[in-house]
């Protein structure tokens, strides 16, 4: 692609200042801007982020645009910081020139204070244009490491999957995985362009030899990640030697990457937190890591995905990859994948692409393959056939833990709730008809015990179980987004703090909350309601089940909904 503004973005003169250079652009020039980012306020929203964009998955009633807005604001506030002054004024110059060529923009990073590589700026919104710039022209993170050449390949593309799913983590439906992943590449598989094969209960061991022994074009990881913030590096979970988690840190992952001959062009993590990164060190996140360990170019995800998601994005990856787009095309192509599969979706910011080099071609094809759909015949006929895999790991059991004890000082009753357990990168969905008929989620535990739910709260209810159960000393990360009215008028707008401005104190439950803010409490307990709002961090006095809802003693005229991310963290 010959239309590309790079931007190298490091440490300025003085603390909180930041250096913007072009370094290379399709207009020519080569500006300098000196910038001001609050990075630990921006590092500080990442939670309510994430919360925004795992709600969108959900299909429950809620309010997109506020969603929405917290995406936005990052969005628009990364944008303002590192277009501005004669930066702002190239990127423009640029973008004109581009689509006078009828071509797309390609926008390359090279972050290099490693503050700046934990931010998602794949958020990245122009509101001059009213676009999220990863959707209208491709977006990569760009590694300083050589410039590699693409590889000749001879079709079929040989592409491994993975799957780990180790004993005492949450299951993975192995048989579903296979369907989502051989329904994105069939088409290409059925001409001829693509080779998948498995590796199930990949192990260290089973992994080595499988590189040693063939050559791989793609690696698919299916599974789970982690970011171990004591030893401040990604981790990705193998089956150990007893069937258990085998967590391999980053830098290991890539030496063992590295037996392959030759080196797998590209590697694709489905995994949970396998693009997040550290604020003290550029290659502690696992894609940043194989990608300056040799990788051409690395997919990760930055939030875990959902499976009509994660399914979105590998049929329109691979189907660009194999009609012979750039990868960061391809990405954007599964981006737009994603876009498809619900209006208010936000998921198409969480692929994540490191690059190596300038050139986004991974690979290439023999003179007699160009522009055709189909490799010269064998003679037999038939497409490369789809290795089979195992029989499936049994589904993930209902391990909530429900209550449904009123106290007369704070009454409150089980309200429906759609709960988004995450494991495995995916989202496994249990709405309120399919579990006990309570109206509680389901619980599923993640590496370390951590785990996560989504729950919305619907602010004309009395109260919502979230489905959640801690134990004395348990801490709980609440995160809430969305828009509610009280009294149903259009005037008493509030988000999860409520009114700010302490009016309408008579209809509180909780005195020292604002009026409509979430709280929560611990049912069947004597502990008394607490405050939450936008993001509390709750440390469980005694063992409970958590309800939420709004500060009204008359929520049945309110409208609206929050939606509300518990992070459960098990006490040390």
């Given at each position: 692609m010959?239309?590309?503004m790079e931007l190298e973005i490091g440490s300025g003169p003085d603390a909180g200042s930041y250096l913007v250079r072009v370094v290379r652009s399709t207009g020519g020039g080569d500006p300098v801007e000196t910038i001001r980012l609050d990075v630990d306020d921006l590092a500080g929203l990442l939670p309510l982020l994430e919360a925004s964009v795992l709600s969108s998955a959900v299909a429950a009633r809620r309010v997109v645009p506020a969603n929405e807005a917290a995406l936005r604001d990052v969005g628009e506030r990364l944008f303002a910081a590192a277009f501005r002054g004669e930066v702002a004024a190239e990127y423009r110059t640029s973008a004109a020139i581009a689509a006078e060529r009828g071509s797309d923009l390609r926008l390359a990073l090279r972050l290099t204070a490693p503050e700046l590589a934990a931010l998602p700026w794949e958020t990245l919104y122009d509101p001059s244009s009213g676009t999220y710039l990863c959707r209208r022209e491709p977006l990569v993170r760009h590694v300083t490491a050589g410039n590699p050449s693409p590889l000749a390949v001879q079709p079929p593309l040989r592409v491994l999957a993975m799957v780990s799913s180790p004993r005492g983590l949450p299951p993975l439906d192995v048989p579903a995985e296979r369907d989502r992943l051989e329904e994105a590449?069939?088409?290409?598989?059925?001409?001829?362009?693509?080779?998948?094969?498995?590796?199930?209960?990949?192990?260290?061991?089973?992994?080595?030899?499988?590189?040693?022994?063939?050559?791989?074009?793609?690696?698919?990881?299916?599974?789970?990640?982690?970011?171990?913030?004591?030893?401040?590096?990604?981790?990705?979970?193998?089956?150990?030697?007893?069937?258990?988690?085998?967590?391999?840190?980053a830098h290991a992952l890539a030496d063992l990457l590295d037996e392959a001959e030759p080196t797998p062009r590209l590697v694709v993590l489905n995994s949970c937190e396998s693009g997040a990164a550290s604020r003290s060190d550029l290659l502690s996140g696992t894609a940043a890591a194989l990608s300056h360990s040799g990788i051409h170019a690395v997919?990760?995800?930055?939030?875990?995905?959902?499976?009509?998601?994660?399914?979105?994005?590998?049929?329109?990856?691979?189907?660009?990859?194999?009609?012979?787009?750039?990868?960061?095309?391809?990405?954007?192509?599964?981006?737009?994948?994603?876009?498809?599969?619900?209006?208010?979706?936000?998921?198409?910011?969480?692929?994540?692409?490191?690059?190596?080099?300038?050139?986004?071609?991974?690979?290439?094809?023999?003179a007699e393959w160009v522009g055709s759909a189909t490799p010269p015949s064998d003679g037999s006929g038939a497409a490369p056939p789809m290795a089979p895999v195992?029989?499936?790991?049994?589904?993930?059991?209902?391990?909530?833990?429900?209550?449904?004890?009123?106290?007369?000082?704070?009454?409150?009753?089980?309200?429906?709730?759609?709960?988004?357990?995450i494991a495995a990168g995916v989202l496994f969905v249990l709405r309120p008809w399919e579990g006990a008929?309570?109206?509680?989620?389901?619980?599923?535990?993640?590496?370390?015990?951590?785990?996560?739910?989504?729950?919305?709260?619907?602010a004309d209810a009395d109260s919502t179980e979230s489905g959640v159960w801690c134990e004395a000393g348990d801490r709980l990360d609440i995160t809430a987004t969305g828009e509610a009215w009280l009294d149903a008028t259009a005037t008493a707008a509030i988000g999860p703090d409520g009114l700010a401005d302490g009016t309408s104190p008579e209809t509180r439950l909780l005195e020292s909350a604002n009026t409509?803010?979430?709280?929560?409490?611990?049912?069947?307990?004597?502990?008394?309601?607490?405050?939450?709002?936008?993001?509390?961090?709750?440390?469980?006095?005694?063992?409970?089940?958590?309800?939420?809802?709004?500060?009204?003693t008359r929520p049945g005229d309110n409208r609206g909904s929050f939606e509300v991310t518990v992070t459960h963290v098990p006490a040390q």
């Amino acid at each position: 692609m010959d239309t590309v503004m790079e931007l190298e973005i490091g440490s300025g003169p003085d603390a909180g200042s930041y250096l913007v250079r072009v370094v290379r652009s399709t207009g020519g020039g080569d500006p300098v801007e000196t910038i001001r980012l609050d990075v630990d306020d921006l590092a500080g929203l990442l939670p309510l982020l994430e919360a925004s964009v795992l709600s969108s998955a959900v299909a429950a009633r809620r309010v997109v645009p506020a969603n929405e807005a917290a995406l936005r604001d990052v969005g628009e506030r990364l944008f303002a910081a590192a277009f501005r002054g004669e930066v702002a004024a190239e990127y423009r110059t640029s973008a004109a020139i581009a689509a006078e060529r009828g071509s797309d923009l390609r926008l390359a990073l090279r972050l290099t204070a490693p503050e700046l590589a934990a931010l998602p700026w794949e958020t990245l919104y122009d509101p001059s244009s009213g676009t999220y710039l990863c959707r209208r022209e491709p977006l990569v993170r760009h590694v300083t490491a050589g410039n590699p050449s693409p590889l000749a390949v001879q079709p079929p593309l040989r592409v491994l999957a993975m799957v780990s799913s180790p004993r005492g983590l949450p299951p993975l439906d192995v048989p579903a995985e296979r369907d989502r992943l051989e329904e994105a590449l069939r088409p290409q598989a059925e001409h001829g362009l693509v080779r998948l094969e498995w590796l199930e209960q990949a192990s260290w061991a089973s992994v080595h030899r499988t590189l040693l022994e063939d050559e791989w074009h793609v690696l698919h990881f299916i599974g789970h990640g982690d970011y171990d913030d004591v030893a401040d590096e990604g981790v990705l979970a193998l089956v150990g030697t007893d069937g258990r988690a085998d967590l391999v840190p980053a830098h290991a992952l890539a030496d063992l990457l590295d037996e392959a001959e030759p080196t797998p062009r590209l590697v694709v993590l489905n995994s949970c937190e396998s693009g997040a990164a550290s604020r003290s060190d550029l290659l502690s996140g696992t894609a940043a890591a194989l990608s300056h360990s040799g990788i051409h170019a690395v997919v990760a995800m930055q939030f875990p995905i959902s499976d009509g998601a994660a399914l979105a994005f590998a049929r329109g990856f691979y189907t660009a990859l194999a009609n012979g787009r750039a990868v960061d095309e391809a990405v954007r192509s599964g981006r737009i994948d994603i876009l498809g599969t619900g209006r208010g979706t936000l998921e198409w910011v969480t692929p994540v692409l490191y690059l190596r080099g300038d050139d986004g071609r991974l690979f290439t094809r023999p003179a007699e393959w160009v522009g055709s759909a189909t490799p010269p015949s064998d003679g037999s006929g038939a497409a490369p056939p789809m290795a089979p895999v195992s029989a499936a790991a049994p589904p993930p059991g209902d391990q909530a833990i429900r209550g449904m004890l009123a106290r007369p000082a704070f009454r409150w009753v089980a309200g429906g709730v759609v709960a988004v357990a995450i494991a495995a990168g995916v989202l496994f969905v249990l709405r309120p008809w399919e579990g006990a008929g309570d109206g509680s989620g389901t619980t599923v535990q993640g590496i370390g015990g951590t785990d996560r739910t989504v729950v919305t709260v619907e602010a004309d209810a009395d109260s919502t179980e979230s489905g959640v159960w801690c134990e004395a000393g348990d801490r709980l990360d609440i995160t809430a987004t969305g828009e509610a009215w009280l009294d149903a008028t259009a005037t008493a707008a509030i988000g999860p703090d409520g009114l700010a401005d302490g009016t309408s104190p008579e209809t509180r439950l909780l005195e020292s909350a604002n009026t409509g803010e979430l709280i929560g409490a611990l049912e069947d307990t004597d502990e008394p309601p607490f405050a939450i709002g936008s993001f509390e961090q709750y440390i469980c006095p005694v063992d409970g089940s958590l309800y939420l809802g709004v500060n009204d003693t008359r929520p049945g005229d309110n409208r609206g909904s929050f939606e509300v991310t518990v992070t459960h963290v098990p006490a040390q």
